[in-house]
């Protein structure tokens, strides 16, 4: 079998309510804690990792969330928590964490050369929504009959709703509409997801998700 595809012994533990927790703890860290300047160390602002070699903050943005807002940490772990647990179960532990990790790793990665091409060094990036998208792509392909009550009221199936937002996405970055939100992060999760689905279960998403 190719080492690339080689599936993990499957375990079920409950990662996604341990990422819950991790993020939370880094939430409550940075005001309890202000002297250690979390911010700065743990979001990923492409000067510093140029300057300094602190290359953990394309890994350490995804535990940080805006502190004058607590909407985006709650948001971010809502999705976490309704998509994540499903994806987790039919993945197991080990192969959803590696996801989780690397699409958002990767899409920190790629967000970062966006920002040093486009001379926002120093902007701060931080936030879950990059590995969000991705366990949300991973949730519309493996249950693509499943339907999602947006808001809790619009009930949509889980490819339209995933595909639906990615088409605002891709309008916000097009126009520049959307605010102070990482919209290239929130992509790069979602198309990194969809390769991971390629390389590593040689399935295609949008196969599944038409199913």
Request: net charge positive; charged share 10%; aromatic share 18%.
């Amino acid at each position: 079998m190719n080492i690339i595809r080689r599936p993990f012994r499957y375990s079920y533990n409950n990662v996604v309510f341990v990422l819950i927790g991790l993020n939370v703890l880094v939430y409550v860290a940075m005001f309890l804690f202000n002297d250690l300047n979390l911010i700065p160390r743990l979001s990923m602002i492409p000067l510093v990792v140029i300057r300094r070699g602190w290359i953990w903050q394309f890994v350490t943005y995804m535990f940080v969330h805006d502190p004058r807002s607590i909407s985006h940490l709650l948001f971010n772990m809502l999705a976490l928590f309704i998509f994540g647990r499903q994806v987790e179960w039919k993945m197991g532990s080990r192969e959803f964490l590696l996801y989780y990790l690397a699409t958002g790793a990767l899409a920190g990665i790629f967000s970062f050369a966006v920002y040093v091409f486009t001379g926002l060094v120093w902007v701060s990036l931080m936030g879950a929504s990059g590995a969000v998208f991705a366990v949300q792509l991973a949730f519309a392909a493996f249950f693509p009959r499943s339907v999602v009550y947006l808001w809790g009221i619009l009930p949509l199936k889980a490819p339209v709703m995933v595909l639906g937002f990615t088409a605002l996405e891709v309008f916000f970055l097009m126009t520049g509409r959307g605010g102070n939100v990482a919209h290239t992060t929130h992509l790069a999760g979602f198309a990194f997801g969809w390769i991971y689905f390629m390389i590593r279960f040689g399935l295609n998403p949008w196969r599944e998700m038409r199913r």
